[in-house]
């Protein structure tokens, strides 16, 4: 069983930046797809992006598309969001997650093995 850790939230101003990571234990990560989900405060859990488990493939929603990059290093069974020119909307609680599906997909349904979130607070 996988085990998730992300940190690297925080509070920051708008336009500013952070790097969150989730440290993977338990067993290697490097052969599967990861995704990043948030949450914020009352509203539904959302897709941010993924990884495949090679790292050569990734997507983002377009909400984050050119301030967000996902990445990873397997050597270390990590997965990193960068995220960048940040906005008030994406003040949420900011979730990693192992893909459990064979091809892509957004849904939570079919990823597993979440973190415990990490706080990310965007001023205005």
């Known amino acids: 069983q996988v085990h998730l850790v992300e940190s690297g939230g925080g509070l920051v101003q708008a336009g500013g930046s952070l790097r969150l990571s989730c440290a993977a234990s338990g067993r290697t990560i490097s052969n599967y797809d990861m995704g990043w989900f948030r949450q914020a405060p009352g509203k539904e859990r959302e897709f941010v992006a993924r990884?495949?488990?090679?790292?050569?493939?990734?997507y983002n929603v377009d909400s984050v598309k050119g301030r967000f990059t996902i990445s990873r290093d397997n050597a270390k069974n990590t997965v990193y969001l960068q995220m960048n020119s940040l906005k008030s909307e994406d003040t949420a609680v900011y979730y990693c997650?192992?893909?459990?599906?064979?091809?892509?997909?957004?849904?939570?349904?079919?990823?597993?093995?979440w973190g415990q979130g990490t706080q990310v607070t965007v001023s205005s």
């Open positions: 997650a192992v893909s459990r599906v064979i091809g892509y997909s957004e849904s939570q349904a079919d990823f597993g093995s």
């Open positions: 990884i495949s488990g090679s790292g050569g493939s990734t």
